[in-house]
């Protein structure tokens, strides 16, 4: 089955810098790669999601890309807030199947 | 768009009792939910997949008879701990895949559970 590995496993930044999330992903098969932020005690929510059928996609300061040969892709978020600051999940699935997903990266953003 | 609840969302129980917890796809149908674990500082687990009209799969580990899954229309799942003891004290999340979206998956508001 498919194996996700995530680092690093927290991660502190000031605010405005970026911060880069990275997971690779172990079945070739996989095709679908979802990022969720979850803030304590809450649910996940999808920030934003890529598929394998491009290498990078972009939404205002969130940003992904993904490395098909290499298996891995990376979460990269710029400019930085504390509002920014959560656990984030990388996820990956192949097209209808579950998701597999990382254990977590918890970001904190200080002001 | 996309909103999936869940109730209730924050439940505590005797042990041995048994507690039944909602999912539900609000604006769009989903043929297939999921059920997952969460414990505090630890990543989703996978419980298992409900298909509407269908069984659910269970993951490996999870007992089908202790957590019964019910997916009896395209926007109702239910999840039922039967026979609660303390070390089922978790936070359970459902999520929804949009049937009309392909594999985007919705995630409800999870339901904190507490066996006394």
């Known amino acids: 089955g498919e194996n996700v590995e995530q680092h690093p496993s927290t991660l502190s930044v000031q605010e405005g810098d970026s911060a880069v999330i990275k997971c690779t992903y172990s079945?070739?098969?996989?095709?679908?790669f979802p990022w969720y932020k979850q803030e304590l005690g809450k649910r996940p929510q999808l920030i934003i999601d890529i598929r394998s059928n491009v290498g990078e996609k972009k939404d205002q300061r969130i940003a992904v890309t993904l490395n098909k040969t290499a298996k891995h892709f990376s979460l990269h978020i710029t400019e930085t807030q504390p509002e920014d600051s959560a656990v984030y999940f990388c996820?990956?699935?192949?097209?209808?199947?579950?998701?597999?997903f990382g254990k977590g990266t918890m970001l904190l953003v200080s002001p | 768009g996309a909103v999936v609840s869940q109730h209730p969302s924050w439940v505590i129980c005797k042990s041995g009792t048994s507690v039944k917890i909602e999912c539900r796809s609000l604006?769009?149908?989903?043929?297939?939910m999921f059920w997952y674990r969460q414990f505090p500082k630890q990543s989703l687990m996978l419980m298992a997949t409900s298909n509407e009209g269908s069984k659910a799969t269970y993951e490996q580990g999870v007992e089908k008879d202790k957590f019964l899954i019910n997916h009896a229309s395209l926007t109702l799942s239910t999840l039922t701990v039967t026979s609660a003891h303390p070390e089922d004290s978790s936070f359970y999340i459902c999520s929804a895949r949009d049937t009309g979206s392909s594999d985007t998956q919705y995630f409800g508001p999870g339901t904190r559970l507490t066996v006394l």
């Open positions: 079945d070739s098969a996989s095709n679908y």
């Open positions: 996820a990956a699935s192949q097209g209808y199947s579950t998701l597999t």
């Open positions: 604006d769009f149908q989903a043929t297939t």
